[in-house]
């Protein structure tokens, strides 16, 4: 990209509105990375919204819920909803979205719920790596306790270093977060240009906040790391990574 703006501000949209990683991703999936903003209020609206009716409307529609989560810091923990669904192919994310909006039963939803106009919506469309690991969603939540944080990181590579970056991942970075107890949930190249010459988001797991800072630390500290980071090519990221720390609610399949 030639000017990148903010994570939460990728794509701007202007509409209004159980998954399991069980098997191999097929290069015709596509996922979604939405970005909702409340108005002053109304995330418990939003919530209960999509707890009791979207996510029922999205898979009659053929819409596959992967997550959904609230980010943990101060100001958007209060207005703010974080989640990605999969579509079979771009196409079919177009018609599932036309049908969805048109569904009379979402439109009684969207009139009835008291969430009114949303104050921000983002969508970005993304592929999975072929690094990107399965997720075992009944394993993993049957462990799951409330201190369990995800976290949303957007890297950004210096030009040319894609490649070079998804190499590091692949080979190296993966067992090394594994090695600091960092869970690898999920990695992703956006669909679209520019953000697909040079982008890549992914989530991961930590047992806790406190976990995450030591993770980070002794990963940080790791003379392989070190090793890996000098010698991969990739060299300084075009921009600092952007992390948000992310709760799942309570309808989410991945928790």
């Not at 209004?16 to 209020?41: I, K």
């Not at 592929?127 to 993993?140: F, G, I, M, Q």
Request: aromatic fraction near 10%.
């Amino acid at each position: 990209m030639p000017t990148r703006p903010s994570f939460l501000a990728l794509v701007m949209l202007c509409a209004s509105a159980g998954v399991v990683f069980d098997a191999p991703v097929s290069s015709a999936d596509v996922y979604e990375l939405r970005t909702y903003t409340a108005a002053e209020g109304k995330l418990d609206a939003l919530n209960a919204r999509f707890r009791d009716h979207t996510v029922e409307l999205f898979e009659k529609h053929g819409i596959e819920s992967v997550g959904y989560w609230v980010p943990t810091d101060e100001q958007r923990s209060s207005n703010t909803l974080i989640y990605v669904i999969k579509h079979k192919n771009r196409d079919a994310a177009a018609a599932s979205w036309k049908a969805f909006i048109a569904d009379p039963d979402w439109q009684k939803v969207a009139r009835e719920s008291g969430v009114g106009a949303l104050a921000g919506l983002e969508s970005v469309y993304m592929e999975a790596t072929d690094y990107s690991p399965t997720w075992d969603v009944e394993k993993e939540n049957g462990v799951a306790d409330d201190d369990d944080l995800f976290e949303l990181r957007i890297y950004k590579a210096a030009e040319g270093k894609l490649g070079k970056l998804d190499a590091r991942f692949r080979d190296h970075t993966i067992d090394l977060f594994r090695r600091h107890g960092i869970k690898s949930v999920a990695y992703w190249h956006p669909v679209d240009e520019p953000a697909s010459n040079d982008t890549l988001i992914y989530i991961i797991k930590h047992n806790s906040r406190d976990a995450a800072k030591e993770s980070w630390k002794a990963f940080g500290q790791d003379p392989k790391w070190k090793e890996v980071a000098r010698e991969s090519g990739v060299g300084r990221l075009a921009e600092p990574p952007e992390s948000i720390y992310m709760r799942p609610t309570d309808y989410s399949p991945i928790r």
